[in-house]
Antibody
């Protein structure tokens, strides 16, 4: 059973950089895309971006200028950095695995989620 | 950008009743790219339906998905107490994933 475990700082000040990491257990990074998705309190899901084992990335255009997603295949980790955070970036951040195959375009395994609060 | 609009925002029903949730896309999409999730408070979303109509491995058969083009639906044939939750549709296209804003199914 694939497990995703995530960690990182939960409280940031405006203008700081958000940094989260997600470890993947019992599954190779190859053959999948690895994603970051966030959910502001009481609101819906927002996709941030994705990376594969080769380091190929895609980002949501609205966040692209502030987002960097990287992968460390030796540790089976992938990471998110979001720069210049504001209160609008306060959200629960999830990591998730996605499939992109014939008739299978979905997120099937998720991390536990981390609440990141941006406050002065 | 493809926008997903879910309706209604909230559905108030009793256990045993039938629930029908709608997801409309701003452009026609292939059914392969449409999935549905269930989310309960404090939990990550859980995949229910993929390819618009295929149940995930642990999805009970009271859940069914349908639709094509721009109109998709999730139906729960008879609501069980554990089905009261928020449901999201999701699509993939042009190297981007988007979600609907969610439908909350609450106990009447």
């Amino acid at each position: 059973q694939v497990q995703l475990q995530q960690w990182g700082a939960g409280l940031l000040k405006p203008s700081e950089t958000l940094s989260l990491t997600c470890a993947v257990y019992d599954e190779s990074l190859s053959g999948y895309y690895w994603n970051w998705i966030r959910q502001p309190p009481g609101k819906g899901l927002e996709w941030i971006g994705e990376i594969n084992h080769s380091g190929n990335t895609n980002y949501d255009p609205s966040l692209k200028s502030r987002v960097t997603i990287s992968v460390d295949t030796s540790k089976s980790h992938f990471s998110l950095k979001l720069s210049s955070v504001t209160a609008a970036d306060t959200a629960v951040y999830f990591c998730a695995r996605s499939l992109r195959q014939w008739r299978k375009y979905y997120f099937d395994y998720w991390g536990q989620g981390i609440l990141v609060t941006v406050s002065s | 950008e493809i926008v997903l609009t879910q309706s209604p925002g909230t559905l108030s029903l009793s256990p045993g009743e039938r629930a029908t949730l709608s997801c409309r896309t701003s452009q026609s999409i292939g059914s392969s790219y449409l999935a549905w999730y269930q989310q309960k408070p404090g939990q990550a979303p859980r995949l229910l339906i993929y390819g618009a109509s295929s149940r995930a491995s642990d999805t009970p058969d009271r859940f069914s998905g349908s639709g094509s083009g721009t109109d998709f639906a999730l139906t729960i044939s008879r609501l069980e107490p554990e089905d009261f939750a928020v449901y999201y549709c999701q699509q993939y296209g042009n190297s981007k994933w988007t979600f609907g804003q969610g439908t909350k199914v609450e106990i009447k």
